[in-house]
Structures are given as C-alpha cells and as structure tokens.
C-alpha cells in the first residue's frame, strides 16, 4: 500500500480536502492491534481558532507552560491549534482513546494514501454530539495508493441488494463484486431498467453481515448486457455503481467484507454463509 516516494505535505490543505470529501479515517490506538473508523469534522476558521488558542495560550501561560513566541530556539513548543473527529466505530475505542499517548490517523484522497501521528486532548460536547480533540498534525506523511481492490463475490458468501431509484419500485439483485468505492450487480432485464448517472439506493443484506444491512446510495457508472448461458430467452443487466456516501461503521464492514475474500475467509467474518432456500 505505501510503495514509492514518501512526502510530507501541507498539512491544512490536506486536512481540509479530507473534510470535503468526508474521507473515513482509520484510527489506530497505541498499544491496540484494533482499527477504528472515524470522520474528520471542519476545520476550525483560522482566525477564529487564532482566537481560541490566544485564550488557551493565558491558560498555559498561568499553568507556566511556554508558547511558541517565548520558547527558547531548539527548545520544544506548545502548539495551540487541534483537529476534531467524531466518535470512533466500533465504540469501545472511545474509552481507550482517552488513555492514548500516541493515536495514528491514515486515510485516502485519490491516489494517495496519508498518515500522521496525533496525541489525544479530551472530549467534547457539541451542538451535533460528541467529538474528539486531537493535537494538530505536525506532518502528514503521503505516498502513492494501490487502485481500490475490487473482489468478485464467491458462492459461498451470497450477498443480494434492494436498490431503488426515486419515484420507482425497489427491486431485488445479485452483487457481482464489491470494493470501497461502489459495486456491481446483476439483474433480470424485467427489472426496473435504470441508466447511466441515476442516483439510487442501495441496501445490501446477507447472512454474513448478522442482520445489519450495508445502507447507502450511488451514482450508476456503468451498465452492460449478457444473456443467460442457459436460458437464451433470459437478459441479464449488469449495472456498477459507485458509493456517494457510506457511514463510517458501513465503511468498515466493506473493508472487513474485501479483506475476506481476500484471505479467505481469515479476517474474522466467516465465509461459511450461504444462501438459505
């Protein structure tokens, strides 16, 4: 995943393309072997948090913490600014978080896979809910990101998905293969017939999710025929569709989802799940 050259980049920038395209985060807590998933929330005005920190630089000061303006040359500083996530998926990171030292943040944009190292501060209570306040970034590391690995469903993990294009009826299909950006699947053409670029939603449900369907929605990118091999009278569609947005816990069972039948079934979710009749 991190083959070729290795560069820092401007932090700021890159944290704010994160938020733009709500880019799921994979948190790691030192000391755990457990990944979370969590969204980064804005970024705070720069003036504003300028204002904030000048509040937090009297609170320093009077605990005689030193700040960036009087610390010696050489001499370490204490930097004001912060990031916000939301809570972490699954929850039971948001204890041992508060314990963390050390906390690393990585996610992709694009082609680029980034990855920095923060330090817990605290909690906070927000108009939305809870958030987490991490220490600035003081480098975000980025390298070259393979392609989105897209695994074709086998057999023995029969996954089906209810889509729905607005202002139609939802019809039931077969996913063909699966990745973090979208699916594939096939459909009898006596469906609702869709086209390129309509929006739909999608919720895909099997045996091996535990009864906790996979809810989001797409745009439809592809679309291509074939007839059945053994019925000639008989069209099957098959459309792609690319995810518009997954929520993060959605997120991380497609990961968990690729990452088995990449390993076969070694992951931690079993592959032993077949369609029932």
Do not use: H
């Amino acid at each position: 995943m991190e083959k070729g050259v290795k560069k820092q980049v401007d932090v700021l920038g890159t944290l704010q393309k994160a938020v733009s395209e709500n880019a799921l985060l994979e948190v790691v807590i030192e000391g755990e072997e457990k990944r979370y998933g969590a969204r980064l929330l804005e970024i705070t005005d720069t003036e504003q948090m300028k204002k904030m920190a000048a509040n937090a630089i009297l609170n320093r000061f009077a605990a005689g913490v030193k700040t960036q303006s009087e610390a010696e040359p050489g001499e370490k500083q204490e930097d004001t600014r912060w990031i916000r996530i939301t809570p972490l998926e699954p929850t039971d990171g948001n204890m041992k978080i508060r314990k963390a030292n050390k906390v690393i943040l990585s996610f992709y944009l694009g082609l680029e896979y980034y990855r920095t190292v923060v330090a817990f501060q605290r909690v906070l209570r927000m108009e939305a809910g809870q958030a987490i306040e991490l220490s600035w970034p003081p480098a975000i590391i980025s390298s070259p990101k393979r392609q989105q690995i897209r695994v074709d469903i086998p057999e023995e993990i029969f996954l089906e998905v209810q889509v729905q294009k607005k202002g139609s009826e939802p019809f039931m299909a077969r996913v063909v293969d699966l990745s973090s950006g979208g699916l594939s699947f096939a459909c009898q053409e006596s469906s609702t017939l869709l086209e390129i670029g309509d929006k739909v939603g999608l919720a895909v449900r099997g045996e091996i999710l535990m009864g906790t369907p996979i809810v989001t929605y797409g745009s439809v990118m592809t679309m291509a025929r074939a007839r059945d091999p053994k019925e000639i009278d008989v069209t099957w569609l098959r459309y792609g569709v690319q995810f518009k947005l997954l929520s993060v816990a959605d997120a991380m069972t497609v990961d968990r989802l690729v990452e088995t039948v990449l390993t076969g079934g070694k992951s931690g979710m079993r592959m032993d799940r077949k369609k029932t009749t």
